[in-house]
């Protein structure tokens, strides 16, 4: 059974980093499209970014481009989020989540097309 475990999560400063890692525990190119997602207290999980494993291929939402990076390590099966200049808005259950299924761009971001999910690591945006 995939496990993902996410890694990396804590409490900075508004203006400060963190870098988020997801260890896979098959090949990354088993699956299609690796994402992270975010929940905030409250709210609707949403997408965040993703990676197309077999091109490299990468999006985000409007809200962290310039600001969040994706990259995947095929050698060591990790995929990482490197987050700059980071916002209270940014606080949140931070998950990653991959997918085998050959996903039309405009639905990797649903999260209920993907079956496997790690267990999460908290953001906090705080001073």
């Known amino acids: 059974q995939l496990q993902l475990v996410e890694s ?3 409490l900075v400063q508004p203006g400060g980093s963190l870098r988020l890692s997801c260890a896979v525990s098959s090949p990354l ?3 299609y ?7 905030a207290p409250g709210t ?7 990676i197309r494993t077999n091109t490299g291929d990468t999006l985000y939402i409007d ?13 060591k099966n990790t995929v990482d989020l490197q987050m ?14 991959a997918t085998d299924k050959h996903l039309p761009v405009w639905e990797f971001f649903s999260d209920d097309k993907y079956p496997n999910w790690g267990q999460g690591t908290q953001v906090t945006v705080s001073s």
Do not use: H, M
Request: contains cysteine; positive net charge.
């Open 29 to 31: 190119l088993d699956y």
């Open 63 to 75: 809200p962290v481009k310039g600001r969040f990076r994706i990259t995947q390590d095929i050698a």
């Open 84 to 97: 700059i200049n980071l916002k209270p808005e940014d606080t949140g259950v931070y998950y990653c989540a």
């Open 8 to 10: 990396g999560g804590g």
């Open 33 to 39: 499209v690796i994402g992270w997602f975010r929940q």
């Open 44 to 50: 609707a999980r949403e997408g965040v970014s993703c």
